[in-house]
């Protein structure tokens, strides 16, 4: 439990976190294909984890995926250490303290509906991934193995939206798009 609540605060800094790299290390006119491909992880990470893990556990036993998953979790934090050297960073343009970041982007009309809509669609999307599996396996005792392809259908989905996604939002704009 503690390790989950750990992935969880982990995947909670990785939206902010990603969005600063971004505009640390690119050009503003290419912000939405470079997060298209920075958000294709979880996509992939659908298509390609899930039948890894689903295979691990249904042959060695659920302990297995989860040993695996950490390490893989490691693996990648440390790669992701020596990818992004802080020396190629810019230094910011203004200081500002970590709260007035906040009240700054509530000043703008049109953060609230968006952001509200960002919470509800994760969650959304964060509820069909976790209830779909425990529903599929109970209702039709399936097993880990046998639900597997549900979720390589939802990572499909997903990955095709975030690549179109990441072309569209160059093109157009961004604000209108968060609000549809």
């Known amino acids: 439990i503690g390790f989950s609540v750990l ?3 982990g995947g909670g800094m990785g ?4 969005v600063a790299l971004v505009s640390d290390y690119f050009p503003s006119q290419i912000y939405g294909r470079v997060l298209s491909i920075i958000y294709a ?11 890894i893990g ?5 042959r060695l036993g659920w302990h297995w995926s989860f040993f695996a998953l950490g390490s893989f979790t490691l693996g990648a934090a440390l790669v992701t ?3 992004l050297s802080p ?13 007035s970041n906040f009240i700054e ?16 669609l994760n969650v959304a999307h964060f509820a069909v991934a976790t209830y779909l599996i425990a529903f599929l396996r109970q209702t ?12 390589l259908i939802i990572g499909f989905g997903q990955l095709t939206g975030v690549i179109a996604g990441g072309l569209v939002a160059d093109r157009l704009s961004k604000t209108k798009i968060c609000i549809v």
């Open 7 to 9: 992935m969880g605060l």
């Open 15 to 18: 939206l902010p976190f990603s």
């Open 41 to 51: 992880g979880q996509p992939i990470a659908l298509l390609v984890g899930v039948p």
């Open 54 to 58: 689903a295979f691990i556990a249904d």
């Open 81 to 83: 250490h020596v990818i």
């Open 87 to 99: 020396s190629v960073v810019s230094p910011p343009e203004k200081k500002m303290t970590y709260f």
């Open 105 to 120: 982007a509530f000043r703008y009309r049109s953060f609230l509906p968006i952001i509200t809509g960002n919470t509800l």
């Open 140 to 151: 039709y005792s399936l097993s880990v193995w046998e639900v597997a392809p549900f979720l």
